[in-house]
């Protein structure tokens, strides 16, 4: 998922290595890096299923980067 996350960061506009953690906190409650289940498309997908290609990144991507958006509104309204 190497490209999952180059494109998201880069999308983000990610630049600092030690902000990492911070920058990805938002995602937690909704990830299934290491267990549970993606939701791409209609269907769940095992965390273990998704795969460094193409038709994952494009459904997978556009949902973090959402998440990530709602995420910097809330903490920039509060």
Known sequence: MTGV?????EVIGFKEGEALPRSLR???PNSAWSSGEWVCGNEPRRWNALQNVQWDIS???PRLVSQQRCSLAHSKAA
């Open 5 to 9: 996350i180059a494109a998201f960061f």
């Open 59 to 61: 459904h997978l991507l």
């Open 26 to 28: 938002p995602l937690k």
